[in-house]
Nanobody
């Protein structure tokens, strides 16, 4: 099992950028997909993107709402996954969390397939 801690976040104006980091501790980081999710007030938690584990190809997948604006990168040596968010919109405001999964690739967008979660970090985008 891995333990995850997010950092970064804060407040930014629309069109700006924010960088979030997810640092992992524990063994076998390379065996886990690391996903990013977000939850706005009154909304359900939603999938943002995921960096698949190297053994499953190591690709990155995004939700349609962030594709082209957000970039996920993974450093297996540093046990770190970064979410770079550009061209932010007010509707991107949410608590962002990273989480780990060992699911099959076909299921890595599903919230229920993630078992270990970070504490979350707030991102607020003002218009």
């Amino acid at each position: 099992q891995v333990q995850l801690t997010e950092s970064g976040g804060g407040s930014v104006q629309a069109g700006g950028s924010v960088r979030l980091s997810c640092a992992a501790s524990g063994d076998n980081f390379r065996n886990y997909h690391i996903g990013w999710f977000r939850q706005a007030p009154g909304e359900e938690r939603e999938f943002v993107g995921v960096a698949a584990r190297p053994g499953s190809g190591g690709s990155v997948y995004y939700s349609e709402s962030v594709k082209g604006r957000f970039t996920i990168s993974r450093d297996n040596t540093k046990k770190m996954v970064v979410l770079q968010m550009n061209a932010l919109k007010p509707e991107d405001s949410a608590i962002y969390s990273c989480a780990s999964s060992q699911a099959a690739l076909s299921a890595i967008r599903l919230l229920r397939m993630y078992s270990s979660w970070g504490q979350g970090t707030q991102v607020t985008v003002s218009s």
